[in-house]
């Protein structure tokens, strides 16, 4: 697409500020609606009309020659988040949610809502041994936010009232970011610009983002934070600014606040901070380098770690610590590792959405659990033709998305050395290593179907979308040069309009009866 368009105003000012728009667009629609449409035809026919709009507009930038790439990536990333304000109004926070328990005013649950209400009531934390607390283990920085939130909000509302909707206002706009820091750390990355359309139509949509944009729990929180560590992150790698380090180092430190996994950024970011003290110590700026690093394990470890040192000393709660679920239905200690990495059970001709064991049978292999989270999250679709055939079509597309990214970085390692940044490079690479090798070893040591959750790992789609750009970029010889590119292309659209129409046609599912079968295994 031509460079040399004339650039529309609206999409100058959305390329400029998209964080602001997104929160502004956010507070309008927790305005308007409270977070919340009835489940009927008013909240289609509003996504429709959303998307008609979005499609319109980019119907007049192509007739008045102004559609440029830009403009393109905007409108992609406009229909994503026209996806997600959708979906967070026809969900309530009943439905789709993990370990989030009921908001009941005055009473305080073990889940997130009792964590978020205690915080809200008594502005303070239990003083408790957090072991036997149950999701009062998680460090607090997420419930403290919703707490903080809530109080505002109210504010607004009649004295005694209240609507624990509004919650999904955070969610919704975390997810947003998420998604906007994913794209522009992929183009920090250094891909070539023709393929960032591409980049914004595997990340726009991708459908853990959007069950992220109801989800009420710490987990958005901290995948946006891990996001914005590593994006500030490499941007400090590349130009030593202050601020970039300031800011990668406060989103460590409040991610790792929200939930200590976000420390296992330490390994791919610690890697290019240690590369470039090194490089500057050569060119004889090491001082400062040291300074800058420094001033980052400032900022991040008290932020970070306190909660957690505050727990062991008090209370010895180990560093670590991991609630352990005693839902029968949901354990699978007794496959074997090899099965747990190798063993399909029909999956994925037979068996596309998740298993949790109600009906007597049960998801175990780590990859195929992943997969379905990344598109489904804990739910199934099983009872509904329209749900189950698009749901399907959606996952043989992701398999073969997945397979795509596979190649790029098998062959992303193989061509590494004529690769022009190449510290960059092996930092994906070690981001890939620690997700995968932390998700199988949180896996296999907490045995449970809930424990294999693409909601651990969603920093590796940072790496999997350069790797499946890679593969675009391949030409081959002759009149077909461009062949490799065209199908991925496809490939990728597909599964853009693919999530849309799943996430869009959700409004019409309503869930049938479960039959509970003894769990005798």
Request: glycine share 8%; proline share 2%; charged share 15%.
């Amino acid at each position: 697409m031509s460079k040399n368009l004339e650039q529309d105003r609206i999409t100058r000012i959305i390329s400029g500020h998209p964080y602001v728009l997104t929160a502004i667009l956010v507070l309008v629609t927790l305005v308007l609606t409270g977070m919340q449409l009835e489940n009927n035809l008013v909240t289609v026919a509003i996504m429709i009309l959303g998307y008609l709009a979005i499609i319109g507009y980019g119907i007049y930038l192509r007739q008045a020659k102004k559609l440029t790439t830009q403009a393109l990536i905007v409108l992609i990333f406009a229909l994503g988040f026209m996806l997600k304000i959708g979906y967070t109004l026809y969900s309530d926070i009943t439905v789709r949610q993990n370990d989030l328990g009921a908001f009941e005013a005055g009473q305080y649950n073990l889940f997130h809502s009792g964590y978020i209400l205690y915080i809200r009531d008594k502005m303070a934390l239990p003083q408790a041994d957090v072991t036997k607390l149950g999701q009062f283990y998680h460090p607090p920085f997420h419930h403290f936010v919703c707490a903080i939130f809530l109080k505002i909000y109210e504010l607004f509302l009649p004295e005694g009232t209240h609507n624990y909707e509004v919650l999904q206002a955070l969610s919704l706009l975390w997810s947003q970011f998420a998604v906007i820091l994913l794209y522009r750390t992929v183009k920090l990355v250094g891909v070539k610009d023709e393929q960032l359309p591409l980049a914004a139509v595997l990340i726009s949509a991708f459908p853990a983002f959007t069950i992220f944009a109801g989800s009420v729990n710490n987990d958005i929180l901290s995948v946006m934070l891990f996001l914005a560590a590593f994006y500030f992150g490499l941007k400090w790698f590349s130009e030593g600014a202050w601020k970039d380090i300031v800011l990668s180092a406060l989103a460590v430190g409040f991610g790792m606040m929200t939930k200590l996994s976000v420390g296992l950024i330490a390994l791919p970011l610690g890697f290019l901070f240690i590369v470039k003290f090194i490089k500057d110590i050569k060119a004889k700026n090491g001082l400062k380098t040291f300074g800058k690093l420094a001033t980052f394990g400032i900022i991040c470890a008290p932020l970070g770690l306190w909660f957690h040192v505050r727990n062991y000393i008090r209370f010895g709660v180990p560093f670590g610590y991991v609630l352990r679920s005693d839902n029968i239905y949901q354990d699978v200690s007794r496959y074997t590792t090899v099965q747990r990495l190798f063993g399909f059970y029909g999956f994925p001709i037979e068996d596309y959405y998740i298993n949790l064991g109600s009906d007597g049978k049960q998801d175990y292999n780590i990859f195929s659990i992943l997969v379905k989270t990344a598109l489904f999250g804990e739910e199934n679709y099983r009872d509904d033709f329209l749900m189950s055939i698009t749901g399907y079509f959606l996952l043989i597309v992701f398999l073969i998305v997945i397979a795509i990214s596979v190649a790029g970085f098998i062959m992303s390692v193989i061509t590494i050395r004529k690769r022009s940044n190449i510290w960059v490079e092996l930092s994906l690479i070690i981001l890939v290593a620690s997700e995968v090798f932390s998700i199988i070893s949180f896996s296999l040591k907490y045995p449970h179907i809930c424990s294999t959750n693409f909601r651990y790992c969603v920093p590796i789609l940072i790496s999997g979308v350069v790797y499946y750009l890679r593969i675009h970029g391949i030409k081959l010889k002759g009149a077909n040069k461009d062949l490799v590119s065209k199908i991925v292309t496809v490939i990728g659209v597909a599964f853009f309009a693919l999530a849309i129409l799943f996430y869009t046609i959700l409004w019409t599912y309503v869930k049938g009866e479960v039959a509970l079968v003894e769990a005798n295994w």
